[in-house]
């Protein structure tokens, strides 16, 4: 994943984005949903590194649930299921050091 496909969703939570908000209100940082809230991967996909003791936020999403075609091989999308994500916000996370 490189910096540019870390920053894009393919869906939009209502859920997610009130539970970020609120978390960020308690925190006292100004970080928007989708904006400044990734895990730990698309952090990393934008040379950043989540900061030593930081605590992430749980926030639930679904995942598509895919199979290979038993007839053409092609992978086709079946459903979704739910998963936990682990996220953190901007004020969490600083620029990888480059030696």
């Known amino acids: ?5 870390a920053q894009t969703f393919d869906y939009y939570s209502l859920a997610n984005v009130a539970l970020l908000t609120k978390v960020a209100a308690a925190k006292g940082c100004h970080c928007e949903p989708y904006k400044d809230w990734f895990t730990y991967q698309r952090w990393q996909a934008q040379g950043q590194q ?3 003791g930081e605590r992430s936020t749980k ?3 679904f995942v598509p649930v895919k199979i ?3 007839e053409t091989g ?3 999308k079946i459903g ?4 936990a994500s ?3 916000c ?4 600083a620029p990888v050091a480059r030696h």
Do not use: G, S, Y
Request: with cysteine; glycine share 0%.
């Open 68 to 70: 290979a075609d038993p």
């Open 86 to 88: 682990h996220l953190f």
């Open 1 to 5: 994943m490189n910096a540019q496909e």
């Open 74 to 76: 092609e992978i086709v």
């Open 90 to 93: 901007r004020c969490q996370v």
């Open 80 to 83: 979704k299921r739910p998963w």
């Open 50 to 52: 989540v900061q030593k």
């Open 59 to 61: 926030a639930m999403t």
